[in-house]
């Protein structure tokens, strides 16, 4: 993981990725929920040593951050900050399953070495496809698809209330270290006793603030649940979104295309 | 230590997820009970605190590297299981979407991993016993930092289990574990020591934030054995319901059932509602069973090894289409940016 700040700077950028204006950003967030959780479930449900019917999968995050024109650069080097847990479990397939399982010619291949293809590919698509939806929908889109489909109401409320205060407190804790670096010179690495100071006094202000923040919304009538003043609505274009690449998902995940192409093709030229 | 999507089955992320929606769900009930709305800002501005702690590091001496504040253990501290698990839940929900730590599926195991055990385990086990109503700084300190340990090791092992039941590592159990609980035993106690001082800080500059939690009713020694039981209803009901559905070793799950339980009892009922369901998906017909698995495994079922059938002439094929499918996807893409170029 980064450090917080760069993290800060990234929720930012994603949010002024959601705001976008595409045809896909304006699609109800529950479709984009939900499609994005039928996608992660077909990635994962595939066998351990797919690799051929997981390729026709990367349509989906391609073509969404085609036609919503996404940074895919940025999107790259997103995933590949959090790749090391996957590739440090998934390394140790080729020297556990030694076993060779596709012969190309006279090379062989270990299915270790295809298990562990099939790990990163996974990764790489359930990860962006992850990070797409946020771009897309932006996270208080996604706390009202949260609620619009019944998941409970406090957790949703403190979710968003999460958000807001993520950027407050996250600035006033940079502001705290900043100020220990200026007067000790810069000095590297904090004293243990320093970091309980400084921590225990951002723990005092977070609940000071969290009750100045009650109380004012007590002015304003809260009663427990936060009122949203955005009309969703989920339509024709929403359920075409869903069944069209729900399909495309189904298809793909029954049916190893890749090899049904490839041996039309080899029937043609061989 | 956050499980990644591409190293669980969906049965074991199926499993996570409804136990996981289960715990928030009797969670928020608990919390709207209390009729305290002021608990809901209060667990959300927290939950902000946990992600800007750790932009506070201390260098841990003679090592060179440095230690934060962890989450779980100080918030079941702060505000109690119930409402430090939504808190923790929905950390870890940020975490998953912005920072692509773990993933969505794997969010249930996380949130159960991170969540479950300091809140609904290390602390009313460990910290409510060690730290009685009248609490010192000797029993905070030892407290915080044994549930820290503890809740951390727990959540570690679990980790290891899923991965293990997941069957998409090739990683053995006792490698895995090896590997897995020394480095959280370390880690877990910069989070105990960390967490104890914290929460030291706090009880001697103002006490009060500590004293209505310490000495709250809501003990939730006898409700933790209805989550308990719920829980294990729910792994098992899921489980059988799940272990059909496309797992590359459909006897693991199984396994675990028998291991967790160790009770062969509990193998009639799952067995039951695995083959009656299976016989209502076979009628629906929705998801083909093992069928096409058997096509792909040229009937290696019994053989219980890797699949050992290697035809050379579909590996070929399968090359060759995945890369034509590649240049097809890229040729769409192609296509969508011309368009999208055009109309702009």
């Keep these: ?270 | 230590m956050h499980m990644a999507d591409a190293l669980i089955s969906p049965a074991v992320g199926g499993t996570m997820w409804v136990a996981t929606a289960g715990l928030i769900g009797y969670c928020s009930k608990k919390i709207k009970e209390d009729i305290d709305d002021s608990k809901i800002p209060l667990m959300g501005v927290l939950g902000a605190f946990i992600f800007a702690a750790q932009m506070i590091n201390f260098t841990i001496p003679a090592t060179g590297s440095s230690g934060h504040l962890g989450g779980g253990m100080i918030l079941a501290i702060l505000l109690g299981p119930y409402a430090a698990f939504l808190t923790m839940a929905s950390v870890l929900t940020v975490q998953a979407l912005f920072f692509a730590d773990g993933g969505l599926l794997a969010l249930g195991c996380n949130i159960f991993n991170l969540g479950f055990f300091p809140c609904f385990v290390a602390y009313p086990l460990i910290y409510k016993m060690i730290v009685k109503e009248n609490p010192t700084s000797k029993t905070l300190a030892v407290g915080a930092t044994i549930s820290a340990v503890a809740g951390l090791q727990l959540g570690a092992f679990f980790v290891v289990l899923q991965t293990v039941f997941s069957g998409i590592s090739e990683l053995p159990f006792n490698t895995f574990v090896i590997l897995m609980q020394p480095i959280h035993l370390a880690i877990g106690v910069v989070e105990g020591l960390t967490t104890a001082a914290v929460v030291i800080f706090v009880w001697k500059s103002r006490p009060e934030i500590l004293q209505p939690i310490l000495s709250s009713q809501t003990e939730p020694k006898s409700s933790i054995q209805k989550v308990l039981i719920g829980f294990v209803i729910a792994t098992v009901v899921v489980g059988g319901a799940l272990s059909w559905f496309a797992s590359a070793h459909p006897d693991g799950l199984e396994w675990a059932m028998f291991k967790t339980a160790g009770v062969e009892e509990l193998e009639a009922p799952e067995k039951g509602i695995h083959s009656s369901l299976a016989a209502v998906q076979e009628k629906t017909a929705f998801l083909p069973d093992y069928g096409f698995k058997k096509t792909d495994m040229q009937g290696s079922d019994e053989g219980g090894d890797a699949w050992p059938a290697v035809d050379p002439g579909t590996s070929v094929s399968g090359f060759v289409g995945g890369l034509l499918t590649l240049l097809m996807a890229g040729f769409i893409g192609f296509i969508l940016k011309r368009r999208k170029a055009a109309n702009a």
């Design chain 1, 1 to 270: 993981m980064a450090t917080i700040e760069n993290n800060l700077f990234d929720i930012r950028y994603m949010d002024t990725l959601a705001s976008g204006n595409s045809s896909l950003h304006k699609i109800d967030p529950r479709a984009k929920l939900i499609t994005t959780l039928i996608f992660i479930c077909m990635v994962v449900s595939l066998g351990k040593y797919e690799i051929s019917r997981m390729v026709p999968f990367v349509i989906y995050p391609m073509a969404l951050i085609i036609s919503a024109e996404l940074p895919i650069l940025y999107l790259f080097k997103k995933i590949a900050i959090v790749a090391p847990f996957a590739i440090l479990v998934g390394i140790f397939n080729p020297f556990f399953d030694t076993q060779p399982l596709v012969q190309i010619g006279d090379f062989s291949i270990s299915g270790g070495w295809i298990s562990f293809t099939s790990i990163l590919l996974r990764f790489g698509l359930t990860v962006s496809a992850a990070l797409i939806l946020i771009c897309l929908t932006g996270f208080n889109g996604v706390c009202m698809a949260l609620e619009k489909l019944k998941v409970p109401g406090p957790f949703v409320v403190q979710l968003m209330f999460l958000y807001r205060y993520l950027f407050v407190l996250i600035e006033e804790a940079s502001r705290m270290v900043r100020a220990r670096s200026l007067r000790s010179f810069d000095s590297k690495g904090m004293r243990f006793n320093v970091f309980v100071q400084l921590l225990g006094q951002l723990l005092l202000r977070t609940l000071d603030r969290a009750q100045r923040i009650h109380l004012a919304m007590c002015c304003r009538g809260f009663d427990g649940h936060v009122r949203l003043n955005r009309t969703m609505s989920f339509g024709y274009r929403e359920i075409q979104f869903i069944l069209f690449w729900s399909l495309l998902f189904v298809i793909a995940r029954w049916y190893n295309l890749p090899v049904k192409i490839g041996s039309i093709i080899e029937g043609y030229f061989l």
